[in-house]
């Protein structure tokens, strides 16, 4: 089977809606017909300063949400990044193939310093690392949202600048962005994308938060003043992200709802998100609560999922450490 990679930063005590339609459900729909490793990126959340005991509850957090979400542990592997040991070390072989103008031009390090906030080296190397914990299990896709693509570019590239040098060692992994929920966007401001650091409370829909307020929070969407539904990302931002919700939460094609909603209101689409999304966070919620019950039984999960990657990834880390010259450790 071809093989498949994603990661999400245990950054948050909630996944947002975005995090969920944008990457886990494609997640969950690919385990079926790939070798699929999916793991929680905690070396990259150590670039925010936070405190230790709030990241070890995210990450087995953020572990039981893919998990709540229909990852299935025995199908796919589900891993703790810093587990893998080989991340660090080929991220180290990576960062001396990587020019420190292409790291600057990077715009997630770029928004970041703009806003005033002094970055650590970690927020600088952040793409070299993620290039790592991609490359080392040689994927031929990469499922994720938009926000991601100039990541991916930068690993595509450092892959090919590799093998240039060193010989094929590295598949060249492809991105894998769904057309129309690669981009949810903030309720209050559809033109920004839902984002747990931007988005303001109003705007952002946390999977983990109460039913009833998320309800509430879909329910006063900013749209716009026409009378409308129709899916038109430019012109009515905000309806369209609408319409995307509804057609990933209820497996609907959007051109369908576009009839079922023809000759009716705003508010008959935002009472049907409304209720679409709190049919899927209820279950969630309880799986959740089900899994944090029992760490334990979590951690073991999460040392199976280590087992098989560490497999994967050693076999690469030794190709890589050859391909340049490194000596065998004997
Ligand atoms: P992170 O943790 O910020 O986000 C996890 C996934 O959610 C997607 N996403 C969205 N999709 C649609 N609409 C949105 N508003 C939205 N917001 C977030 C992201 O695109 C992502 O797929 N750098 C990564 C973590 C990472 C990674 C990797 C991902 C580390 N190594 C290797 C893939 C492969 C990040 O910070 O994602």
């Known amino acids: 089977k071809p093989r498949i990679l994603s990661g999400m930063q245990p950054t948050s005590d909630s996944l947002h809606l975005g995090n969920y339609l944008g990457a886990l459900v494609n997640w969950r729909t690919l385990q079926a017909d790939f070798d699929a490793y999916f793991f929680v990126a905690d070396l990259h959340s150590l670039t925010v300063a ?26 796919s592997a589900v891993f703790c990044q810093s587990h893998i040991r080989e991340t660090t070390e080929v991220a180290w072989v ?21 806003k005033g906030q002094s970055a650590n080296v ?30 991916l570019e930068i690993t595509r590239d450092l892959a090919l600048r590799f093998n240039a040098r060193f010989g094929e060692v590295f598949e060249v ?9 690669a981009r949810i966007m903030d309720l209050q401001d559809p033109t920004s994308k839902m984002s747990k650091s931007s988005s303001s409370p109003k705007g952002l829909l946390d999977i983990m938060d109460d039913p009833a307020r998320l309800a509430k929070k879909v329910r006063s969407a900013v749209t716009d003043t026409e009378a409308e539904i129709r899916y038109d990302v430019e012109r009515k931002p905000g309806v369209s992200n609408l319409l995307v919700m509804a057609s990933v939460l209820g497996d609907t094609p959007i051109a369908t709802l576009e009839q079922q909603y023809s000759g009716r209101g705003y508010g008959d689409l935002k009472k049907d998100v409304a209720e679409l999304v709190v049919e899927t966070v209820t279950p969630f919620r309880q799986r959740i609560d089900e899994l ?19 497999e994967v990834a050693l076999a690469t880390r030794d190709a890589v450490f050859d391909a340049v010259g490194l000596l065998p450790a004997g």
């Open 50 to 75: 936070t405190d230790p005991e709030v990241i070890r509850r995210r990450t087995r957090l953020t572990a039981a949400q893919f998990i709540a979400a229909g990852i299935d542990p025995e199908r």
């Open 94 to 114: 990576l960062g001396c193939q990587a020019a420190v103008g292409e790291m600057n031009r990077m715009t997630q390090f770029k928004d970041k310093t703009s």
């Open 122 to 151: 970690g927020l600088f190397t952040y793409p070299v690392l993620m290039a790592s914990d991609i490359l080392l299990y040689n994927p031929q896709y990469v499922p994720v949202g938009d926000d991601q693509r100039q990541h």
């Open 173 to 181: 992994p492809e991105g894998y962005i769904p057309k129309e929920s």
């Open 292 to 310: 944090l019950d029992d760490p334990a039984e979590l951690d073991g999960i999460l040392a199976r999922g280590a087992e098989r990657a560490g």
